[in-house]
C-alpha cells in the first residue's frame, strides 16, 4: 500500500501523474482539508500536523509515502526523513529545475504558497538555478479557493494577482492545486509554458519502487480515499478529477 497525502484534493495532480506510470498498487490517498491551508501555518504546525497523518498511513500499511504538497515536502520532508529513517517518502518540489532544463532564458513566474517560497528547501533549489528572471509569488489563499472550487472567485484572484505579469514566458505551478486551473491561469495570462512537479515525482516514485524490487501484481489500482474534514462531496470530486486528463 502506498499512502499520499496533501492539505486537500489538490494531490490528485501527483497521483493522476503516478497512475500513468503504470504502478498498479493500493493507494490511500489522504486529503487533509480540515487542515487546508498549509501554506500560512508556521513551520512546528505544519510539521505536526503532518507527522500525525504520516503516523496514520504508517498505521495502514504504508510502504512509502508520497507528499503530494510543495508546501508540506518544503517544510517537513527533512526531518521525516530523519524521524523515520526505515521509511520511503517521496516528496514533490517546485519545477524550477524544469525551466532550467526546458526554458531557462525565458522570464518566470514561480506561484507558490508563502510557506513553500520561504522554506529554505525552496530557497535552496532557486538559488541553484536561478536565472535571474524570475518573480517569486506567493498566492495566499489561492489553494482555499480551489480547494472550494468556486470559479468566478478563482477567476477573479487570477485576474487581480496576475494580470500584471503578461510577458511572462515560464510559469511554475510550485502548489498541486494550481494545475486544477491550468485554462484559467492561462486565460489570463496568455499561452505560457506550465511546469509542475508531478511528473517528477511519480518518476522518482516509480524509480525508488524499482531499486527496491517493490512490485505490485494487482490487475489495476485501487484508491481509498480518506477526508479529515468529513464533506462527504470531496470525495466524488476527487475521484472525477482522478480519471480527467485535465
Ligand atoms: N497542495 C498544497 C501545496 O502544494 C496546498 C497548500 C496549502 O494547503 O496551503 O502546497
Given at each position: 500500500?502506498?499512502?499520499?497525502?496533501d492539505?486537500?484534493?489538490?494531490?490528485?495532480?501527483?497521483?493522476?501523474?503516478?497512475?500513468?506510470?503504470?504502478?498498479?498498487?493500493?493507494?490511500?490517498?489522504y486529503?487533509?482539508?480540515?487542515?487546508?491551508?498549509?501554506?500560512?501555518?508556521?513551520?512546528?504546525?505544519?510539521?505536526?500536523?503532518?507527522?500525525?497523518?504520516?503516523?496514520?498511513?504508517?498505521?495502514?500499511?504504508c510502504?512509502?509515502?508520497?507528499?503530494?504538497?510543495?508546501?508540506?515536502?518544503?517544510?517537513?520532508?527533512?526531518r521525516?526523513r530523519s524521524?523515520?529513517?526505515?521509511t520511503?517518502?517521496?516528496?514533490?518540489?517546485?519545477?524550477?529545475?524544469?525551466?532550467?532544463?526546458?526554458?531557462?532564458?525565458?522570464?518566470?513566474?514561480?506561484?507558490a504558497?508563502?510557506?513553500?517560497?520561504?522554506?529554505?528547501?525552496?530557497?535552496?533549489?532557486f538559488?541553484?538555478?536561478?536565472n535571474?528572471?524570475?518573480?517569486?509569488?506567493?498566492?495566499?489563499?489561492?489553494?482555499?479557493l480551489i480547494?472550494?472550487?468556486?470559479?468566478?472567485?478563482?477567476?477573479?484572484y487570477?485576474?487581480?494577482?496576475l494580470?500584471?505579469?503578461?510577458d511572462?514566458?515560464?510559469?511554475?505551478l510550485?502548489?498541486?492545486?494550481?494545475?486544477?486551473i491550468?485554462d484559467?491561469?492561462r486565460?489570463?495570462l496568455?499561452?505560457?509554458?506550465?511546469?509542475?512537479?508531478?511528473?517528477?515525482?511519480?518518476?522518482?516514485l516509480?524509480?525508488?519502487?524499482?531499486?527496491?524490487?517493490?512490485?505490485f501484481?494487482?490487475?489495476?489500482?485501487?484508491?481509498?480515499?480518506?477526508?479529515?474534514?468529513?464533506?462527504?462531496?470531496?470525495?466524488?470530486?476527487f475521484?472525477?478529477?482522478?480519471?480527467?486528463?485535465e
Amino acid at each position: 500500500m502506498i499512502g499520499v497525502l496533501d492539505s486537500g484534493i489538490g494531490g490528485v495532480t501527483v497521483l493522476r501523474e503516478i497512475l500513468k506510470q503504470g504502478i498498479n498498487a493500493k493507494f490511500i490517498y489522504y486529503s487533509d482539508s480540515k487542515n487546508n491551508p498549509y501554506g500560512d501555518k508556521s513551520e512546528d504546525e505544519v510539521y505536526s500536523i503532518v507527522k500525525g497523518i504520516v503516523d496514520y498511513l504508517l498505521d495502514k500499511g504504508c510502504i512509502a509515502i508520497v507528499i503530494a504538497c510543495n508546501t508540506a515536502s518544503a517544510i517537513c520532508v527533512k526531518r521525516l526523513r530523519s524521524e523515520y529513517p526505515d521509511t520511503l517518502f517521496i516528496a514533490i518540489e517546485p519545477a524550477y529545475k524544469m525551466v532550467h532544463d526546458y526554458n531557462p532564458k525565458g522570464k518566470t513566474l514561480v506561484m507558490a504558497t508563502e510557506g513553500t517560497i520561504k522554506s529554505e528547501k525552496f530557497l535552496t533549489l532557486f538559488n541553484k538555478y536561478d536565472n535571474h528572471k524570475t518573480i517569486l509569488l506567493p498566492c495566499k489563499g489561492l489553494a482555499e479557493l480551489i480547494e472550494e472550487g468556486n470559479e468566478d472567485e478563482i477567476n477573479q484572484y487570477l485576474e487581480s494577482n496576475l494580470s500584471r505579469y503578461k510577458d511572462i514566458d515560464n510559469v511554475v505551478l510550485g502548489c498541486t492545486h494550481y494545475p486544477l486551473i491550468k485554462d484559467n491561469i492561462r486565460r489570463v495570462l496568455g499561452n505560457v509554458k506550465l511546469f509542475d512537479g508531478s511528473l517528477g515525482v511519480s518518476k522518482e516514485l516509480a524509480r525508488q519502487l524499482n531499486l527496491r524490487g517493490i512490485t505490485f501484481d494487482n490487475k489495476s489500482y485501487s484508491v481509498v480515499f480518506i477526508d479529515s474534514s468529513g464533506d462527504a462531496s470531496k470525495e466524488k470530486r476527487f475521484r472525477e478529477l482522478l480519471i480527467s486528463s485535465e
